[in-house]
């Protein structure tokens, strides 16, 4: 699978960031800044190289994390519909119900709390039992 440079850098940004060695060099910078204090008699400017390093820092590790939860996300909800595709019982209305509206997901979620305080519904799907409701929004 062909990626572009973003996908490859932030692949490569996201894993170095979340290991030991980040950890480690992030720790040893902080040291090295406060035991320059003294030489720079802890002045205003000294202040502003850490906090302006760290609040850039910060902002670009924003998007690289949220790309990376995207890309989790995605490949759980694949993996997901793959599961729900495969099981006879379950019911394939829901392969998409990330797009249900918010309000559309409280409803789904509350049908499927009732299903399960009653031990009868065990081995039942609430979207086959839900069926004619739900295939209203996916016409």
């Not at 002045?43 to 190289?49: D, K």
């Not at 709390?113 to 039992?129: C, F, Q, R, T, V």
Request: glycine share 6%; with cysteine.
């Amino acid at each position: 699978m062909k990626n572009n440079f973003f996908d490859r850098f932030s692949d490569r940004a996201v894993c170095f960031t979340g290991s030991a060695g980040a950890f480690a060099g992030a720790s040893l910078m902080v040291l090295i800044w406060a035991a320059t204090g003294p030489v720079f008699k802890f002045s205003e400017v000294w202040q502003m190289v850490i906090n302006t390093g760290t609040t850039i820092i910060t902002f670009l590790m924003v998007f690289l994390i949220q790309k990376a939860q995207n890309k989790d996300s995605k490949a759980i909800q694949i993996k997901l519909n793959e599961l729900i595709a495969s099981h006879k019982a379950a019911s394939n209305q829901m392969v998409a119900i990330e797009d249900l509206t918010e309000d559309e997901l409280d409803q789904l979620h509350q049908l499927y709390e009732k299903l399960g305080k009653y031990p009868g519904n065990k081995n039942k799907s609430a979207g086959k039992n839900n069926a004619p409701q739900m295939q209203d929004r996916y016409k």
